[in-house]
């Protein structure tokens, strides 16, 4: 089922008009912004199907910048962002992608800063709710409902266990887990969702794992992206 309850349909606080146009576009930049993990030099948003017919009317644009300043749905900067992001520096520039999407909602962002890169696609499926269906080249699937764990590593037998293994410890419970890789032995994401916060030592311990080249988080439930972004 896409909705756990009737406040995913309804959607969360947030600056209008749409909850599948404004607010689940505004998840969408967040999320490439905590994967990227800083304030992006240059973005390029590409929209796809309905967002690419109707992105400028119903404030997309402005509502996917919002999201990669981190501010959340219901910020009331968002009208402003595409403003806020060229007196910070930033770098946008918005396409209308074709090709076989998997819903008529369907970004692509790729941010940048210094040698540093996030590439995310995602689709807004309602009520703000998203989908992740892609990061950098890797076909994995989260929402950004719980605090995600995505972990790059080669693909090595016992990783997985290792990984299970610390979370187990800590006492943090897994409600999803995403794979893919990119050939035998070759580059592989792990994404987890979990069901609780996880600590900087966690995911230090995490990044000191043998054959682990990059982790990061993904965490759109704590505290409001209302400060300076």
Known sequence: ?????????????M??????????????????RHLLGDVPERAEIRFYGSFADTYRGHGTDLAIVGGLLDFDTDDLRIPSSLKIAE??????????????????NTARIAARRG?????????????????????NDFDV?????????????????GMIADLTRILSREHV???????DRKGRSG??????????????????????LPTVRDVRLVDLTGAKGGGSP
Request: overall charge negative; proline content about 5%.
């Open 1 to 13: 089922m896409r909705f756990k309850d009737v406040f995913s349909i309804i959607g969360p606080a």
């Open 15 to 32: 600056v209008g008009p749409s909850s599948s146009h404004t607010a689940g576009a505004v998840r969408i930049g967040r999320v490439a």
């Open 87 to 104: 007196q910070l520096g930033i770098e946008i520039e918005f396409r209308e992608g074709k090709g076989s999407i998997p819903h008529p």
């Open 115 to 135: 040698e540093r890169e996030a590439v995310v696609t995602a689709s807004s499926i309602g009520g703000g709710n998203i989908e992740v269906h892609g990061v």
């Open 141 to 157: 699937k989260f929402t950004a409902m719980y605090p995600t764990l995505l972990v790059f590593h080669d693909d090595r037998p």
């Open 173 to 179: 419970n897994i409600g999803h887990m995403s794979v």
């Open 187 to 208: 580059e592989a994401l792990t994404v987890i969702d979990t069901d609780s916060a996880l600590s900087d030592d966690l995911i230090r311990e995490v990044a000191q």
